[in-house]
């Protein structure tokens, strides 16, 4: 096992990660939150954003983001780990890291400021209207985009030195 590999196996284990918690809101939290009042969704989202910025997902996160370029430095005399680490970065770094911070950024800073104790039930209403579709539209596209980087790394992880 070469300092390479061992860097390529940490970069497949925290793009998994990263994922898998796409996936598993998908397909467990979002359904949980369809199902509760407009006032519990915007008081648990608020809950949850605010639980989510710490040390152990950002690292999982940003490290992707850091640890894929760096593979694809390591590996550029490998021409299929070189091409597929590439496509992961730039898959990764688009719609993962790029949909965040042009989508879910700006959505969730609009959450936290929301006001649940001031706010009446129809401006309430209005607010989940306008924020869990297109949150959770951006959070497919970071879902698929984060799982064909899985795809991109694991496939790297086993392809040989030159199999073009």
């Not at 040390?55 to 999982?60: K, S």
């Not at 390591?74 to 590439?86: A, D, E, K, S």
């Amino acid at each position: 096992m070469t300092v390479s590999n061992i860097i390529l196996t940490i970069t497949a284990t925290l793009t998994a990660l990263v994922a898998g918690l796409f996936y598993a809101w998908s397909v467990s939290i979002t359904l949980g939150l369809a199902r509760v009042t407009d006032t519990e969704y915007i008081s648990v989202f608020q809950a949850t954003n605010r639980a989510i910025q710490n040390p152990v997902f950002l690292t999982a996160f940003m490290g992707t983001q850091i640890l894929l370029p760096v593979c694809v430095f390591l590996f550029y005399r490998q021409t299929t780990r070189f091409w597929l680490l590439l496509a992961a970065t730039a898959v990764y770094t688009i719609g993962v890291i790029g949909v965040t911070f042009a989508g879910n950024i700006p959505l969730n800073n609009r959450l936290d400021k929301f006001d649940l104790k001031t706010a009446n039930a129809t401006e309430i209403a209005g607010f989940r209207k306008d924020f869990e579709t297109p949150w959770n539209n951006l959070n497919t596209v970071r879902t698929v985009s984060s799982t064909l980087a899985v795809i991109l790394v694991i496939i790297a992880c086993l392809s040989r030195e030159n199999d073009f």
